[in-house]
């Protein structure tokens, strides 16, 4: 077990998300946006989450009109939708109501004044001395000095299919196993 709670973000293969739910990570997200070099398809991501268990899904949007998100929820069936800052909060406050588990990413500066419905806010840019809540997941491959129990890590391409190098990230998993 883990002492903080961790997201893997933006995973696109089967070796990471293998990797990070042997760790026991709580959450494995796979990116949407067809602009990110992060982006994987709805079908890879189901192939995926039909291998692992006991990790939660987390849908990462940013990009997308809403039909084509509401159809990915439908898809893929995700424990939390994740929506950029991009998405007007009544969006969020929508799918909040129709039961879903949802995130906000997006800049310190940018985090909506109403965040009853969000049970995540994943923010970037910190600002130094910044008083972060419960809520507040912090992007470590932004800013890596913060000292947070709720954090997000990131996928990373293969050298090839099923080999790669974890050694940085399994020093910082060890250092918070119990």
Request: hydrophobic letters at 40%.
């Amino acid at each position: 077990m883990l002492k903080k709670r961790v997201k893997a973000g933006s995973v696109t293969h089967l070796t990471d998300a293998r990797y990070f739910a042997a760790w026991d990570v709580e959450f494995i997200g796979f990116c949407f946006d067809p602009e990110s070099s992060d982006y994987i398809s709805p079908q890879d991501a189901l192939a995926i989450k039909g291998w692992l268990s006991g990790v939660q899904f987390v849908a990462e949007f940013a990009g997308q009109d809403e039909e084509n998100i509401r159809n990915i929820i439908s898809y893929l069936e995700p424990d939390v939708i994740e929506l950029d800052a991009t998405y007007p909060i009544s969006l969020a406050k929508s799918l909040h109501n129709e039961g879903h588990t949802i995130a906000w990413r997006g800049s310190w500066h940018d985090q909506p004044a109403e965040t009853d419905e969000l049970a995540y806010l994943l923010v970037t840019e910190i600002p130094s001395g910044a008083s972060l809540s419960p809520k507040h997941m912090t992007d470590l491959s932004q800013q890596p000095d913060i000292d947070h129990d709720l954090v997000q890590l990131k996928g990373s391409p293969e050298a090839e299919t099923g080999i790669k190098n974890y050694d940085d990230v399994g020093a910082l998993l060890e250092s918070w196993e119990i």
